[in-house]
Nanobody
Framework: QVQLVESGGGSVESGGSLRLSCVAS????????MGWFRQAPGKEHEGIAL????????TYADSIKGRFTISQDNAENTLYLQMNSLKPEDTAIYYC????????????????????WGQGTQVTVSS
């Protein structure tokens, strides 16, 4: 059973930075897609950054492109999300999610594809 545990959330002022971490366990190979999603109050889950673990290929939502960077540390089974130039509209619960695979599916940032989810970490950006 794949388990995902996020950390690194917090409260920052507009323009600040945070780095989220997601430690993964319970799988035996790198044939997974892993990504970051968020849910703001009253809104649906939004996929924002995705990586094919075996190749390092990435894709981003337009809303965060150029500000957020997804990366991995294979030795530590950890996925990161570096968030810079944060805005109040980035306030949300951020989730790490994963699915088996080695290629991007159609509409890869759609939450419906993802089987495994972490518990989430709160990010609050004040103006």
């Amino acid at each position: 059973q794949v388990q995902l545990v996020e950390s690194g959330g917090g409260s920052v002022e507009s323009g600040g930075s945070l780095r989220l971490s997601c430690v993964a366990s319970g799988y035996t190979d790198s044939r997974f897609l892993m990504g970051w999603f968020r849910q703001a109050p009253g809104k649906e889950h939004e996929g924002i950054a995705l990586m094919i673990i075996s190749t390092g290929n990435t894709t981003y939502a337009d809303s965060i492109k150029g500000r957020f960077t997804i990366s991995q540390d294979n030795a530590e089974n950890t996925l990161y999300l570096q968030m810079n130039s944060l805005k109040p509209e980035d306030t949300a619960i951020y989730y790490c999610a994963a699915k088996p695979g080695v290629v991007f599916p159609p509409r890869p940032l759609s939450p419906a594809w993802y089987t495994y989810w972490g518990q989430g970490t709160q990010v609050t950006v004040s103006s």
